[in-house]
């Protein structure tokens, strides 16, 4: 029987990434796929630090050519690029930006979106040039919290031109997808949607790109690391210990596609009364400086919760634009002060 490439193809794309729900196949893994005779020689290609990656894909995949007919011996060789010049398989750079952060957790609600909104508008404050891409497909929120309802304009040659709010070039998913509920989309369109999406934005010259990711570790937070280079990420937790689990689960999505997490910062930490001044620690105490070093990564920032906060965010502007001296800005100015240090 003959063997074709096809069916070759077709093997593989039942063998998925270790740790993801999306095979190698759609994951852009395999680069070349050689047959002679019975023979058949597949060359891929994956940026990982993790060794554990590499040689469970060889594995899977071998035994998966194994089960087909007709085959005799079988080759796979794995090309892993150095983690100097890995970021995320497949990703490119956008054009202009210099350096694309993710802001991502695990668990929604921890305040992510609040995170991302306040530290762009802390790093446009501090002189930076900076854009805030809202990548929540199914939760945006960049525009309330903005409270935008422009709808961007798109250039002749059909690139999506930024609102801008806040001196911060913005765009959300959620300016585009009126029309579209986002229940209805699956996954493969919703993949597609991101990757457009992300590639058609005119973001002109940036220093600083922000992007606030929905919350979890599938396929769509995958995507967006695969899409772009980032220069890193930023995982927001709040102490609670379920926070803490799917914040490492978070972590883990990065090391395995090589993208480095810049640091922790902890949201909700403790809540101080405007009456007496009493430190209530409401979600318990300690959990991201534990889980920052756990991960041997730098604990950024701690914010409290504080009801200004959330008051602003509701209101249309975030905390860091309209009070300054707020003690949440506070945090926030010099968690971009670090960043920008950090990236120089
Ligand atoms: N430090 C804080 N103090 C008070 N409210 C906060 C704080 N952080 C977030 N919130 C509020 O909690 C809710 C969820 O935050 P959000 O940033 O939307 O989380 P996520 O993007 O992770 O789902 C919002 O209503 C927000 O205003
Ligand atoms: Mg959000």
Redesign the pocket.
Request: charged share 25%; proline share 7%.
């Given at each position: 029987m003959q063997i074709t490439e096809e069916a070759i193809r077709e093997r593989l794309a039942a063998v998925k990434y270790p740790g993801f729900n999306r095979d190698i196949v759609s994951f852009g893994l395999v680069k070349a796929i050689d047959i002679h005779g019975a023979d058949v020689a597949v060359r891929m290609a994956l940026a990982t630090s993790d060794p554990e990656v590499p040689k469970a894909i060889k594995e899977q995949s071998e035994a998966a050519l194994g089960g087909l007919p007709g085959v005799g011996s079988i080759r796979v060789v794995l090309d892993i690029q150095a983690p100097a010049q890995a970021a995320g398989v497949g990703a490119v750079s956008i054009p202009g930006v210099k350096h694309v952060i993710a802001i991502a957790?695990g668990?929604?609600?921890?305040?992510?979106?609040?995170?991302?909104a306040n530290l762009a508008v802390a790093l446009q404050m501090h002189g930076a040039a900076t854009g805030l891409c809202d990548c929540?497909l199914y939760?945006p929120?960049i525009s309330l919290m903005f409270g935008s309802r422009e709808r961007p304009s798109a250039t002749e040659e059909n690139r999506i031109i930024p609102v801008e709010e806040c001196g911060l070039k913005l765009m959300s998913m959620g300016f585009l997808l009126e029309d579209a509920s986002p229940a209805i989309l699956r996954g493969p369109m919703v993949t597609r949607y991101t990757q457009q999406f992300l590639r058609q934005v005119e973001w002109g010259e940036l220093d600083f790109l922000i992007l606030?990711l929905p919350?979890g570790t599938g396929d769509i937070q995958l995507t967006i690391v695969q899409t772009v280079a980032l220069a890193g990420a930023i995982i927001?937790t709040t102490p609670q210990e379920v926070a803490l689990i799917d914040a490492r689960k978070a972590a883990s999505m990065f090391a395995k596609v090589n993208v480095s997490v810049l640091g922790l910062i902890e949201?909700?930490s403790c809540f101080i009364s405007p009456g007496d001044g009493a430190r209530h620690e409401i979600f318990g105490s300690g959990g991201g400086r534990r889980e920052a070093a756990r991960l041997r990564v730098p604990l950024l920032g701690e914010?409290?919760?504080?009801?200004p906060?959330?008051e602003a965010?509701?209101r249309g502007r975030p905390i860091t634009a309209v009070s300054p001296e707020n003690p949440?800005s506070r945090e926030f100015l010099r968690i971009a002060h670090k960043l920008r240090e950090a990236l120089a």
């Open positions: 957790s668990k929604g609600g921890v305040g992510k979106s609040t995170v991302a929540d939760g929120s606030d919350p927001v949201n909700m914010l409290p919760i504080d009801i906060t959330r965010g509701d949440v």
